[in-house]
Structure formats: C-alpha cells, structure tokens
C-alpha cells in the first residue's frame, strides 16, 4: 500500500472513532444436515486423468492480480491433446491457492470461469479501487454508520466485483478447487477458506460470502480490521475423531506445526471468535496451503489414477509477484530513512520466506510423487517458477519491481503485467518441457 493510502485509513479510522465492530457472520453446522461440499474429499473423487494442474496465486495487490490473470490467459491459449481429444490446459487445472491480490483473481474465475476474459480487466484489474475505497470510507456518511472498514471494502468488493456469490456458487463440476487464505492471528495460523476448516469451528463455509473471503484474505493489518468468525460449540466428538485418524510419525516438522495450531481451535473458551487479516503474513505464495493438501490431506496418494495411465504429470505453477524495488540505500553514505529501512528489512524478510518455501515444496513434490508412483504409473513433478525475476527484458524487470503493492494501476501497466505472465509461462523452459511429453504421450 502507499504511503497516502496509509495516511487516509487512519485518518479514516479516527473520523470514525474505531468504534465499529465486524460482525462474525459465519454460520453454525446443522448436525441434522450435511455440511457444505466444498472438501478436500470431493476434490480427490472428481479428479482423475493423466494430468493434474495445480495453482499458486501470491500476494501484491493489483500487480499480483494482473500477473496471475496472464498466467489464466496463457493456459486457456495452449492446447494440449489427452484420451485423443485436444483441450485448453486452463480446463485441467484442479487447484487454485491464492492470498491477498491474488484472491481477486482466484475467486473471479471460480465464480464465473470463462467470463473471467470478458470482464475482470473492467470489474477489477482496471477499476480504481483505491480511490474508490478511499471516498467511501472519508465519506461523511461512513462517519456516521457501523460499517467499519473492513465491512466497507467487502460491501464494495460485493456490489462491484464478486457479487452476492457464496463458495455454494463454485460449481466443482466446471471450477478448480478454489483455496482463498488469510491469516489467524487468534492463532497465528494460515486459515483456509474450506469446509475442513470451517469443520474446526463446527460451521459451514456453503452461505459463507466469496467477498468477505477475499476481504479477509486481503486486509492489510491497521489499514483494515480482522475479518471475524465466530468458533461455535457443539463438535468437539467429530473434531476428536477427525484429529485421531491423522498420523503424525511421517510428517514433517512443518505440518507437525500446523497440526499443533488447528488443535488451538478446539479450545472453544479462549479461541471463541477467529480474527482473520491478509494472508500474505503466513503464506505470501498461496503454496503452503498447497503442500497442506498434499502432507495432510494425503490429496496425492488418494488421486485414482485412471486404467490405462502409463505416466501422469503434476504441475504446480507459482506465479510470485514480490518486488524487489530499488530503494537507494546504497547510493548515500547517509543512514537510510526509518522508511527506507523498514521497507528493506520487509522485502529482505520476505524474499528469503519466499525462497525457502518453494525450497521445501519443490523438495517435497520429489517425495510425493514416489509415493504416489504405482507399478503401472510414474509420476512426474514439475514446479514452473514466474516471477519479475525471470523477466527477461531488463527495462521492464526494473519498471515491475517499483510497482507498488497497490489497488490502482494504470492502465498501460496493468497490459503489461498480463502479457507479462502470459510470456513467462510460455516461454518457460519448464513449461515446454511438460507440454512435449504430454503431447508425445497422446501419439
């Protein structure tokens, strides 16, 4: 975010007395009816064919949209031929992981599919949604009401781009299992927006808005307040159950963790209400929720392969729009500004998480495809990397880190971030390699 729309949030937070309070409005689980569909469990029945697409949208606000849009557009232009039949590669793409900017994008296309081409650049990737959030919240009619601004920006999120859609309207007949995260800091853990994390506060995720979720997903800690869910009573047996079936001797010491936390949830008396913000502070790659799936959700050992398969391909596309602007420190023996430092100290932070997450991941995805290799099948891994540091022509990798983290871009810019995204996946050597053996195979 700039520094003028951190200056007009506050300001907007003290016109209005930082009263207002962000109602949980989350629903609790009928025993006597079933629970929302939108599991881990209907994924692994519904996909089974010789390739499996999975998607990793990052953090970055519109920049981040924009990248991760090209990327959509580039897989809905390559053709590949699979059972004799040649398809869009967009058509087999199962998962989708995004947080913050690129939950707009994410949930848009779970919403709408192919639409998505005919209308995010006007409903998102165009729209000044800055400015536009910055009116409404210095509005002098927002002084007076209890929306706070969290609650303003997915008002505004639900009548401009998402509509009234709640995750009981992504169908997961013709949509990738969208993963829209945002970060627990009741818990400090990485919440994802599906029905086996709503299953920890006994409630229901089908009626759950698509809006509040990426709010949540997106709101920035103090510029924006926690997105909340209320932890209902009432499933501690099911959650007992649920926790005895997982087996930790295998695990690694990150899910051990993560196992650790979700438990948190069950202590209903300290942990009643969830309070969510961006979910770039515990996963700024949308990839960790993806290696959850794939250690705890055990989602690779129980895809089925189909009878005939000799070799299946896992792809898993990372599309990181983190920047590395040039901030001057090194042109001035002056000490840095508190700006300067705090800034360096964040993009420093950040990089070095990022590298080290997709260090453990694309040393994971070895592991997991031996396991899920069978006498009859092997499993091939491939993670494909696109980031502005793969951008080739120097200008514009220069132009792209000094974009901010922002939700109003130029025009001009916002065309080439897509084509941007657009190129590097198809140009990727990675990328091109998967595509030949894919297309070898359907000879």
């Known amino acids: 975010m700039t520094h003028r729309f951190y200056t007009f949030l506050i300001m907007a937070g003290v016109l209005s007395g930082c009263s207002s309070i962000n109602q949980p409005n989350n629903v609790v689980k009928d025993e006597s009816k079933e629970a929302s569909d939108y599991t881990l469990t209907e994924l692994t029945n519904s996909t089974e064919n010789d390739v499996t697409i999975i998607l990793a949208f990052s953090g970055g606000g519109t920049r981040a949209a924009a990248l991760s849009y090209g990327v959509l557009e580039q897989l809905r232009d390559t053709q590949i031929v699979i059972n004799g039949k040649q398809k869009r590669l ?3 793409v199962d998962v989708i992981s995004s947080v913050s900017g690129g939950s707009f994008t994410s949930a848009y296309y779970g919403i709408h599919q192919d639409k998505i081409f005919d209308s995010y650049k006007s409903d998102f990737l165009y729209r000044d949604v800055k400015d536009d959030l910055v009116s409404i919240i210095l509005s002098p009619v927002h002084w007076f009401s209890s929306l706070g601004r969290t609650d303003a920006a997915n008002q505004y999120y639900e009548e401009n781009i998402f509509g009234s859609a709640t995750f009981n309207d992504i ?14 800091i009741t818990t400090g853990l ?65 899910s051990k963790k993560t196992i650790q936390d979700i438990r948190d949830y069950s202590d209903k008396d300290s942990n009643r209400y969830i309070h969510l913000v961006d979910g770039g502070i515990t996963d700024n790659l949308g990839l960790l929720a993806i290696y959850d799936l794939l250690e705890l959700g055990n989602f690779h050992s129980k895809h089925v392969m189909p009878d005939g398969v000799n070799t299946h391909q896992v792809i ?73 540091e793969h951008t080739k ?11 901010p983290t922002d939700f ?14 657009q190129l590097q996946l198809k140009t990727n050597d990675e990328f091109n390699r998967v595509l030949q053996q894919l297309n070898s195979e359907a000879l």
Request: charged share 20%.
């Open 408 to 421: 109003t871009l130029e025009k001009g810019l916002v065309d080439a971030l897509i084509e941007e995204g």
């Open 90 to 92: 967009l058509d087999e």
């Open 190 to 254: 990485r919440f994802s927006f599906i029905q086996e994390y709503f299953d920890l506060l006994c409630s229901d995720i089908g009626e759950y808005p698509i809006s509040k979720a990426v709010a949540a997903s997106a709101a920035v800690p103090v510029l924006f307040e926690p997105v909340v869910l209320e932890n209902y009573e009432g499933c501690y047996e099911q959650l007992q159950r649920q926790a005895a079936q997982v087996v930790t001797n295998d695990l690694s010491y990150q």
């Open 393 to 403: 022509d120097l200008q514009k990798k220069y132009e792209f880190n000094q974009v």
């Open 316 to 388: 898993v596309i990372s599309v990181d729009a983190s920047t590395s602007p040039e901030l001057g420190i090194g042109q001035s023996m002056e000490v840095p500004s508190v700006p300067q430092t705090l800034n360096s100290i964040t993009d420093i932070q950040l990089h070095r998480y990022n590298d080290a997450t997709k260090a453990l991941f694309t040393k994971s995805m070895e592991q997991w495809a031996k396991e899920s290799s069978t006498e009859t099948t092997k499993v091939y891994p491939h993670f494909i990397d696109i980031g502005f």
């Open 171 to 184: 169908d997961p007949q013709s949509s990738p299992y969208i993963i829209i995260n945002a970060s627990d």
